[in-house]
């Protein structure tokens, strides 16, 4: 099923039916295609029916959000990552190893990416190691400074969420945390490792978080405001 604009705009349609859903409902994921969440029986001819219906909604919709963007084009308007509290410039090279690996040069400013084939395959593979190697440093550097135990970390390509901690204190951390700066980063870390000690979004959870992070407000505007932009990064 696709959506046409009024631009002319292919967009998927993905139709999710759910029992015990009542109300028929329209949003944009990040692929920006449309998302669809319906009663269980809903016919794909009432679907599109609905759909049409909201065209106008969709339309401005679909003007107003970020494009999706390849790895590739992203870091070559903005060739940078984040690890370790500090942001470093990224350079993308050709290498003649066999295997995919990164390095550091300019005494630890610079991340050198080296990649036998560089392509947007190869380079989200590459980005996505980094990630998880440096995801894990970080973590770690907070929770040994906050006297707090985690269980394992698991790094993934997730369609909305910053982070996750389970009920076994595991915490799963979308790769793209490398590409927010450094004080954003740090706030989804310690969003989840606040999580450690309560397990949900009440008073004590808010208090114990903005006692870790007392510019915790202001760091979930601004990741608010970037979010859109780059959740939509490497999903073409």
Same mark, same amino acid.
């Given at each position: 099923?696709?959506?046409?604009?009024?631009? %002319?705009?292919? !967009?998927?349609?993905?139709?999710?039916?759910? &029992?015990?859903?009542?109300?028929? =409902?329209?949003?944009?994921?990040?692929?920006?295609?449309?998302?669809?969440?319906?009663?269980?029986?809903?016919?794909?001819?009432? !679907?599109?029916?609905?759909?049409? &219906?909201?065209?106008?909604?969709?339309? +401005?919709?679909?003007? &107003?959000?970020?494009?999706?963007?390849?790895?590739? /084009?992203?870091?070559?308007?903005?060739?940078?990552?984040? $690890?370790?509290?500090?942001?470093?410039? !990224?350079?993308?090279?050709?290498?003649?190893?066999?295997?995919?690996?990164y390095c550091f040069d300019a005494g630890?400013? !610079?991340?050198?990416?080296?990649?036998?084939?560089?392509? /947007? $395959?190869?380079?989200? *593979?590459?980005?996505?190691?980094?990630?998880?190697?440096?995801?894990?440093?970080?973590?770690?550097?907070?929770? &040994?400074?906050? *006297?707090?135990?985690?269980?394992?970390?698991?790094?993934?390509?997730?369609?909305?969420?910053?982070?996750?901690?389970?009920?076994? =204190? %595991? #915490?799963?951390?979308?790769?793209?945390?490398?590409?927010? +700066?450094?004080?954003? *980063?740090?706030?989804? #870390?310690?969003? /989840?490792?606040?999580?450690?000690?309560?397990?949900?979004? %009440?008073?004590?959870?808010?208090?114990?978080?903005?006692?870790?992070?007392?510019?915790?407000?202001?760091?979930?505007?601004?990741?608010?405001?970037?979010?859109?932009?780059?959740?939509?990064? %490497?999903?073409?």
């Amino acid at each position: 099923m696709e959506f046409i604009s009024a631009s %002319g705009q292919r !967009v998927p349609v993905e139709v999710s039916r759910r &029992k015990g859903t009542r109300h028929l =409902r329209l949003r944009l994921g990040h692929q920006n295609q449309v998302l669809a969440s319906v009663p269980w029986q809903t016919s794909d001819r009432n !679907v599109a029916r609905f759909i049409e &219906k909201q065209r106008e909604w969709l339309d +401005a919709q679909l003007v &107003k959000v970020p494009p999706v963007v390849t790895l590739t /084009e992203w870091l070559a308007q903005h060739p940078r990552m984040t $690890a370790s509290g500090d942001v470093l410039e !990224v350079r993308i090279e050709s290498s003649t190893r066999r295997r995919a690996d990164y390095c550091f040069d300019a005494g630890g400013a !610079v991340l050198v990416l080296r990649l036998p084939v560089v392509d /947007e $395959a190869s380079l989200l *593979q590459l980005t996505r190691r980094f990630a998880k190697d440096a995801l894990h440093c970080r973590v770690a550097y907070h929770a &040994k400074r906050l *006297q707090l135990e985690y269980g394992a970390i698991s790094v993934r390509d997730q369609s909305s969420r910053w982070g996750s901690c389970s009920s076994r =204190r %595991g #915490l799963s951390l979308n790769w793209r945390l490398v590409l927010v +700066a450094p004080e954003l *980063q740090d706030y989804v #870390l310690l969003h /989840e490792l606040a999580h450690l000690t309560e397990m949900n979004h %009440g008073p004590r959870f808010w208090a114990l978080l903005d006692a870790y992070d007392p510019l915790r407000v202001a760091h979930e505007a601004a990741l608010d405001a970037c979010g859109a932009e780059l959740m939509r990064v %490497g999903r073409s």
